[in-house]
């Protein structure tokens, strides 16, 4: 829970009502799976594919989150399910996938955005800690591509895949844990875009930069008061930004796309201030001067 007990990101019914480019029939009589579904944005690509036609399964550790997504979902009369689903377990995950197929006949989209990390300098990583972050981000995607991999190619039939993941190209302080992991899914992804085009099977990953989610109830509140200036607009992204990105991927508009990385993090990769744990002396410039 929060230091300081706050709530972070956009209600159901801001999400219901949110403005999006995309059409009502983009996804007409398909079916999407969001692991991390009722989280902040695995709630918003929920949303937004419902909107766009797409009977939505949403899965997650908590049954009471899910339950209360798929309440809000059914009440503004889309079609959605909730499944409880630890994606770090093999087992739990095939089993999943077989029970989706049987309830569902078909799976078109799969969205990965099950995942976290806790704030950390490395050199005081326990074991324990370490596994449970590329357990969840690197292995537990993975089990999740490939059942929804190895099912597309027994229907004969492909699919595509979306994996959230953390921009990776410079050194972000206190998640070096996460950075190994998102960094080990984007060679994933780029390789089976490649191994698995001949079955149809489109695999991409979206970068968010600092989008407000619950999520961010690990960091501290000095942590989060430096989000904004993690990127060139001064600002935070919303769980809506990275879903219009999810949308673009999954609809026929992302049909060409394959093997790709979509940074949405307000040019973050190319300028700002990214500290998870707070600002360490060592950086502080402006005393040196
Ligand atoms: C360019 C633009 C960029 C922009 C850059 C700025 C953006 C930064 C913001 C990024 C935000 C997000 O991604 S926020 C959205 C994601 N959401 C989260 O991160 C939510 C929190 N994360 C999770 O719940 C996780 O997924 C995960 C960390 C893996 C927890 O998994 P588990 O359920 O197994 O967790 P636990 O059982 O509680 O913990 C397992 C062990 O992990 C370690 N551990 C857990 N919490 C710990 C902690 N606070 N400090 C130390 N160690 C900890 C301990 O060893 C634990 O064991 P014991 O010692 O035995 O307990
Ligand atoms: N918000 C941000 O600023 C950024 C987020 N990201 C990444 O985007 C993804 C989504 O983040 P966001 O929505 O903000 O975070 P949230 O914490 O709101 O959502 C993540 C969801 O993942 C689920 N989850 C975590 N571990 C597991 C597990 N082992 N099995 C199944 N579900 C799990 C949680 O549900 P439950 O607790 O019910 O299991 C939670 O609802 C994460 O990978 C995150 O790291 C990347 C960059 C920035």
């Known amino acids: 829970m929060a230091e300081d007990g706050q709530r972070f990101g956009l209600s159901d019914a801001e999400l219901a009502a949110h403005r999006t480019v995309f059409a009502g029939d983009a996804m007409e009589g398909q079916v999407a799976v969001i692991s991390g579904g009722a989280g902040g944005i695995g709630r918003a690509v929920a949303w ?18 899910l339950d209360a997504l798929v309440a809000a979902l059914t009440e503004a009369g889309h079609a959605a399910r909730g499944e409880v ?66 099912r597309w190619r027994d229907a004969g039939k492909g699919g595509n895949i979306v994996n959230i993941v953390v ?5 972000l302080y206190g998640v070096a ?10 060679g994933l992804s780029k390789s089976v875009a490649v191994e698995w085009a001949p079955l149809g099977i489109r695999v991409n990953c979206v970068a968010p930069g600092a989008i407000e989610t619950e999520g961010w109830n690990v ?20 769980a809506w930004d990275i879903a219009e990105a999810c949308g673009y991927l999954a609809a026929p508009s992302g049909g060409y796309v394959t093997g790709e990385v979509l940074t949405v993090d307000g040019g973050g990769q190319h300028w700002g201030e990214t500290w998870t744990t707070g600002k360490p002396d060592y950086f502080r410039t402006e005393d040196k001067a």
């Open 167 to 171: 921009v990776t190209t410079h050194g």
């Open 177 to 186: 844990h996460t950075i190994a992991a998102r960094s080990g899914v984007i």
């Open 219 to 238: 960091y501290t509140e000095a942590a989060r008061a430096t989000y904004p200036k993690t990127n060139p607009m001064m600002r935070v992204g919303s």
């Open 48 to 65: 937004l594919y419902a909107r766009m036609g797409a009977r939505v399964v949403v899965t997650g550790r908590k049954q009471e989150k």
């Open 85 to 150: 689903l630890d994606v770090r377990s093999r087992e739990s995950v095939d089993a999943f996938w077989t029970r989706v197929w049987e309830a569902e006949g078909r799976v078109d989209t799969l969205v990965n955005s099950a995942g976290g990390q806790f704030p950390q300098a490395a050199i005081d990583f326990s074991p324990k800690g370490w596994d449970a972050v590329i357990n969840t981000n690197l292995n537990g995607t993975w089990h999740m591509m490939q059942a929804a991999a190895q």
